[in-house]
Nanobody, 122 residues
């Protein structure tokens, strides 16, 4: 599955952004989808994931209460709604797809699509 993340940009501390993840084949409703990020000079980090039906979700402690992962009605676009953004959220954000929520959390950079840059200024 070839994925594309979009929606990144520049925002001030406390602002909001919505990222989107789509696939070229429009088949994301068959997969669990996860969001990851990598800040400059830092290791990759899991952010959030949702199961195939969009019912099960999982979040990193650092984003709980601020970020929400969801799907559109078709299930083929997965969103990451990011509120109350902080400078520590500055990173390139990537999405990935896999058979289950547990498996998608275990994916690595080589399995992710093209990322989108989020910059949060203080």
């Amino acid at each position: 599955v070839q994925l594309q993340a979009s929606g990144g940009g520049w925002v001030q501390t406390g602002g909001s952004l919505r990222l989107s993840c789509t696939s070229t084949a429009s088949t994301l409703n068959r997969f669990a989808v996860g969001w990851f990020r990598q800040a400059p000079g830092e290791a990759t980090e899991f952010v959030a994931a949702t199961g195939r039906l969009g019912i099960s979700t999982d979040y990193a402690d650092s984003v709980k209460g601020r970020f929400t992962i969801s799907r559109d009605n078709s299930g083929n676009t997965v969103f990451l709604h990011m509120n109350n953004l902080k400078p520590d959220d500055t990173a390139v954000y990537y999405c990935a797809a896999a058979s289950t929520l547990v498996v998608v959390r275990a994916t690595t950079r080589q399995n992710w699509g093209q990322g989108t840059l989020v910059t949060v200024s203080s």
